[in-house]
């Protein structure tokens, strides 16, 4: 095994995933662990319980991103204000000495929106950085990224700069409504968002109505079970197709001037949330790249690694 | 104290509403129980049981409507479709014998919206009667109906027959994510959408962006509250303006053409949701005029009882 040189960790609300890197970056072993909202109370403590099983390694320097520099994170870390070059997060991150390990926190980003709201994001801004990484013509002229997940994220890049972003609460609406609304019944429904006839169906719908409230549009998740048009256990699905659809259809709006300068949307999720995004964004003819979220973050951290300790590209 | 002549019950899924009436539909006394959702083993039982202090007026006959007669109700009513003249509602009741007394349970109705879904509401029906019989000018020319609750329902009336009407889950989607979602820290906010300036901030906010999403919107919940523009203590009224803004904002365009036909919206609730909602019509330029939903269901059930005994108004 080449000698390990460092721990990269996206520590999200609600996972953890960990890998133990060579100065390549390439990943030698993964572990995945609790978000930084189930370990609330001593999140260096699950840190260092978590690496654990490389303590053989010595004390090997980590560099993390996402909620693990929030407030509810290890430590906080300030947002960066857009417009913002991704180069720009290595130079606002937080380090620090904890149990002789070097630690590394990247710094989230924040903006006025299109709809004049203060945005954050936390872990993007890495997995941005990775993806300009591996695609470096993503650096040039206008890219517009959708970046699927709890708190769904549209950023508009010119030119390798982060100019501004529109959170979506995409997954967390879905989650709720499926767990604690009239809307499923979550016991004798699949969850999981399969993206099949149904979803397409409800995808279809929102294109048929562009005008449509999605406060308007959910009753029919339960009226359409009444009536016998939606069958129970694919109201799940209908309801993930409604969700992302009007999500789409908002964000093709409000980003209408940036599409129409950008070769369509990059998607940047697990393989799941970016099939359905990738779905939803072709029902309304624009055209779709997908990058795998895990390995985005991953090329992200490796390069905040290799500009933080000074390894040249060549080593 | 005039002699009681039937049970008018109002029974939803989270409220039952009792009243003992004289012949006349005057209330003698009332009393609040559980909704269907909560009694769902025995709704025959709890019925019983709560009328037990008007034993002593022998077995009066009772008119009841909303979800006691749904599938979670006491027995199923089938819906009548619409276009439906509120007159309708006797001869499609159901009637039957239980410990002696004659029960009636209202139908409730059912449409194709203007989102062309299945619609259904249980209730409302009988609300909109009783308001027709308060306000008999309602029962001419075209008329708009907005009766916020967990369903607020949009319906769409012309010389008294209910046309169609769309609902929005603006109530459901407030408590949830009021109580499940990271926008607002129920413990540590107030409660009650008090409707004050923060609550008008965010109607304002609506009408500034019509073609703003609430899936997009709703995110400034939470980072005002990061950024300090929002106090914690004021994010529920933030929430619930959005909501009902963007229920009225949809609502407004799609029943642009029956507006410009009617005076304004006629808007049937408890007096405080009445408020929130006259408050954000009025912020869109809609004339509004509030009709007490208690009262609206007791003057609809006791037209329901004076049509089923064959009582005359003179008596």
Same mark, same amino acid.
């Given at each position: 095994?080449?000698?390990?040189?460092?721990?990269?960790?996206?520590?999200?609300?609600?996972?953890?995933?960990?890998? #133990?890197?060579?100065?390549?970056?390439? /990943?030698?072993?993964?572990?995945?662990?609790?978000?930084?909202? =189930?370990?609330?109370? @001593?999140?260096?403590?699950?840190?260092?319980?978590?690496?654990?099983?490389?303590?053989?390694?010595?004390?090997?320097?980590? /560099?993390?991103?996402?909620?693990?520099? $929030?407030?509810?994170?290890?430590?906080?870390?300030?947002?960066?204000?857009?417009?913002?070059?991704?180069?720009?997060?290595? &130079?606002?991150?937080?380090?620090?000495?904890?149990?002789?390990?070097?630690?590394?926190?990247?710094?989230?980003?924040?903006?006025?929106?299109?709809?004049?709201?203060?945005?954050?994001?936390?872990?993007?801004?890495?997995?941005?950085?990775?993806?300009?990484?591996?695609?470096?013509?993503?650096?040039?002229? !206008?890219?517009?990224?959708?970046?699927?997940?709890?708190?769904?994220?549209?950023?508009?890049?010119?030119?390798?700069?982060?100019?501004?972003?529109?959170?979506?609460?995409?997954?967390?609406?879905?989650?709720?409504?499926?767990?604690?609304?009239?809307?499923?019944?979550?016991?004798?429904?699949?969850?999981?968002?399969?993206?099949?006839?149904?979803?397409?169906?409800?995808?279809?719908?929102?294109?048929?109505?562009?005008?449509?409230?999605?406060?308007?549009?959910?009753?029919?998740? !339960?009226?359409?079970?009444?009536?016998?048009?939606?069958?129970?256990?694919?109201?799940?699905?209908?309801? $993930?197709?409604?969700?992302?659809?009007?999500?789409?259809?908002?964000?093709?709006?409000?980003?209408?001037?940036? #599409? &129409?300068? $950008?070769?369509?949307?990059?998607? /940047?999720?697990?393989?799941?949330?970016?099939?359905?995004?990738?779905?939803? #964004?072709?029902?309304? @003819?624009?055209?779709?790249?997908?990058? @795998?979220?895990?390995? &985005?973050?991953? =090329?992200?951290? $490796? =390069?905040?690694?290799?500009?933080?300790?000074?390894?040249?590209?060549? =080593?």
């Amino acid at each position: 095994m080449p000698a390990p040189a460092f721990i990269a960790g996206d520590w999200g609300t609600s996972h953890l995933r960990l890998s #133990l890197c060579d100065r390549g970056g390439r /990943v030698l072993e993964s572990r995945n662990g609790p978000g930084v909202g =189930a370990v609330k109370a @001593d999140v260096a403590g699950a840190f260092f319980a978590q690496i654990e099983p490389w303590k053989q390694y010595g004390a090997l320097p980590a /560099v993390l991103c996402g909620m693990v520099g $929030s407030t509810i994170g290890w430590r906080e870390v300030r947002y960066l204000p857009c417009p913002a070059r991704p180069e720009m997060i290595a &130079a606002g991150a937080l380090r620090f000495e904890a149990n002789g390990h070097s630690i590394t926190i990247a710094p989230g980003l924040s903006c006025r929106n299109r709809l004049m709201a203060p945005d954050v994001m936390r872990g993007e801004e890495t997995q941005i950085l990775g993806a300009l990484r591996l695609e470096p013509q993503l650096a040039q002229g !206008r890219q517009v990224f959708c970046m699927p997940g709890t708190h769904t994220k549209w950023v508009s890049l010119k030119d390798g700069v982060i100019e501004h972003f529109l959170t979506a609460v995409s997954g967390e609406l879905y989650d709720i409504l499926y767990h604690h609304s009239v809307l499923v019944n979550s016991k004798e429904t699949v969850d999981g968002a399969a993206g099949g006839a149904v979803f397409k169906r409800a995808l279809e719908k929102i294109k048929l109505y562009p005008d449509g409230e999605l406060i308007h549009l959910l009753f029919e998740v !339960r009226s359409g079970q009444l009536k016998g048009e939606i069958k129970q256990r694919d109201a799940a699905d209908y309801l $993930s197709g409604l969700i992302i659809g009007q999500d789409v259809s908002g964000a093709k709006r409000f980003f209408r001037a940036d #599409l &129409a300068e $950008s070769n369509g949307v990059v998607v /940047v999720s697990t393989p799941r949330l970016g099939e359905l995004y990738a779905q939803a #964004l072709r029902t309304r @003819d624009v055209a779709v790249r997908n990058i @795998d979220g895990d390995t &985005a973050s991953l =090329a992200g951290l $490796s =390069a905040l690694y290799r500009v933080l300790e000074g390894v040249t590209d060549a =080593a």
